[in-house]
């Protein structure tokens, strides 16, 4: 058996002469077949957002979401596979209410992401399990560090806390926009507003306009405009970002998106299909 996947890729809890997992691999690469999940920690908070193409001009606008909320201060976005991206909301969900149930309080990012990375390292080390394909990136405020948090937990179950990340397809190309701009705003920070638009416009530039089809976004943030609790970034705003994004793309100039008022839509906890 050679080691290019031939005999070591039927059970994840089976490495090849390489030291591949090659189930885990595969669940990688369904991650980056799919839409681009981008994350980004600003001065004011964390924003998340999720550039998904649409498969259809009859399917219905929000719905197949991408972005969940989990708790009061922590929500997550989902690339990948869509059903494996809520079998990860609705774990960490019950995580969440454990937790609190169990301490008194809302749970730490931190553990949060640390219980999510078990329970996803869990189905890569039993043969009668198969990865999630699916990546998680979690915004969360902690309350005892008075900080707003992001994380990203893969398909393999490894997590880290990021400035910035990417995950699904263009990933590379989205963190080195990421990047350039964090070095854009340097020692100023970016706030939360800016990220909007930024993430907004890499989300459109990564996207190969001849090869791929138009994208809906889906943003959510935990920041200081929605008092420290997770919620989901306004259409209005969404479409604004969007729109200026597209200019942007086009060469075109736009008046930025500078009113935050009414950014904040209505927190929502259900999963929606």
């Not at 964390?46 to 259809?56: H, N, Y």
């Not at 991206?85 to 149930?101: F, H, L």
């Not at 935990?222 to 479409?239: G, H, T």
Request: charge should be negative.
């Amino acid at each position: 058996m050679s080691s290019t996947g031939s005999g070591y890729d039927y059970s994840c809890s089976t490495f090849s002469p390489d030291g591949k997992i090659f189930q885990v691999e595969y669940a990688l690469k369904a991650v980056e077949n799919s839409g681009t999940a981008i994350g980004l920690k600003c001065l004011d908070g964390v924003v998340v957002a999720v550039g998904k193409p649409q498969g259809s001009k009859m399917l219905v606008p929000g719905s197949n979401r991408s972005v969940f909320g989990v708790d009061v201060h922590a929500g997550i976005a989902i690339t990948g596979y869509g059903a494996d991206g809520r079998q990860i909301v609705n774990r960490a969900r019950e995580e969440a209410n454990s937790y609190k149930e169990t301490f008194g309080h809302h749970i730490i990012p931190s553990v949060l992401t640390n219980r999510l990375a078990l329970y996803m390292h869990y189905f890569t080390i039993y043969g009668s399990l198969r990865p999630f394909g699916a990546t998680a990136l979690l915004a969360a405020y902690d309350n005892d560090m008075k900080s707003a948090e992001l994380y990203m937990v893969e398909p393999s179950g490894a997590a880290c806390r990021y400035l910035g990340c990417a995950a699904g397809k263009g990933a590379n190309a989205a963190k080195t926009e990421l990047e350039k701009v964090l070095n854009k705003y340097g020692t100023l920070g970016i706030t939360c507003l800016q990220a909007v638009t930024e993430l907004a416009r890499i989300l459109q530039v990564i996207r190969d306009e001849t090869r791929e089809k138009p994208l809906e976004l889906e943003m959510g943030w935990v920041c200081e405009a929605s008092n420290w609790q997770y919620s989901l970034v306004s259409k209005d705003l969404v479409l604004a970002a969007d729109t200026a994004a597209l200019a942007a793309v086009a060469g075109q100039t736009t008046q930025p998106v500078t009113d935050v008022a009414g950014a904040v839509e209505e927190k929502t906890m259900d999963v929606a299909i």
